[in-house]
């Protein structure tokens, strides 16, 4: 004997899951794919239109939120991936434009988040660095090397395990470019 009215509960409860899944999915790819063209644009030095692109993400974040709850914002994959490559372009807009690597007000993020997108910022700090080291600004390589060393100094405080681990030793293989960047530049200067 099958109480009908628990089982139709559930069936709608599973059906409204499944529209809000697909509704954040849809969101959260917009946001997703607009911080990676903030990343893009800051690496050609377009702070301004990445300015004004962080507008557009924070906006659909906050609707997100609003609509959804941080809750059941994080049991989805998209939006996890969304709220990191957002981290990722926001910190990377710091280091540029000379700012603290601090909390981003307005947004709830969980420490997850904030640390896969500092690993994440690294690669994009050595991307960086590359294209200075081309640009013949071989002093800013060193700088460059010098922040990614300080936030690097601060990660390996953590015991990082699974997913998180796995971000942070990438982030050390992009230490080793850039420390490996930076000797090279020595050895041709002397």
Known sequence: MINKKFIEKLKSEYTDSGSER?????????????????????????????EEKF????AILAKLD????VI????????????????????????LSGQKLDVIKGIKLNYETYLGGI?????????????EAA??????????????????AQLVDFD???????KYDQAR???RKIEQMDYEIKLRKD
């Not at 609003?66 to 709850?69: M, P, Q, R, V």
């Not at 998209?78 to 990377?92: G, I, N, S, T």
């Not at 690993?119 to 294209?131: H, K, P, Q, S």
């Not at 640009?135 to 690097?152: D, H, Q, T």
């Open 72 to 95: 059941r914002l994080y049991q989805e994959g998209p939006f996890k991936a969304a709220v990191e490559e957002y981290v990722e372009a926001k910190m990377l807009y710091l280091v």
């Open 119 to 131: 690993c994440d910022l690294i690669g994009e700090m050595v991307r960086v660095a590359t294209n």
């Open 22 to 50: 697909r509704q954040i999915g849809s969101l959260a790819n917009v946001a997703l794919f607009e911080s990676k063209k903030i990343i893009f644009a800051l690496h050609r030095g377009d702070l301004k239109p990445a």
């Open 173 to 175: 293989g992009h230490l």
């Open 160 to 166: 990082l395990t699974g997913y998180l681990r796995t």
């Open 55 to 58: 507008k557009e993400v924070e």
């Open 66 to 69: 609003k609509n959804f709850g």
């Open 135 to 152: 640009a013949g600004k071989f002093v800013r390589v060193k700088e460059i090397k010098e922040l990614v060393n300080e936030i690097m």
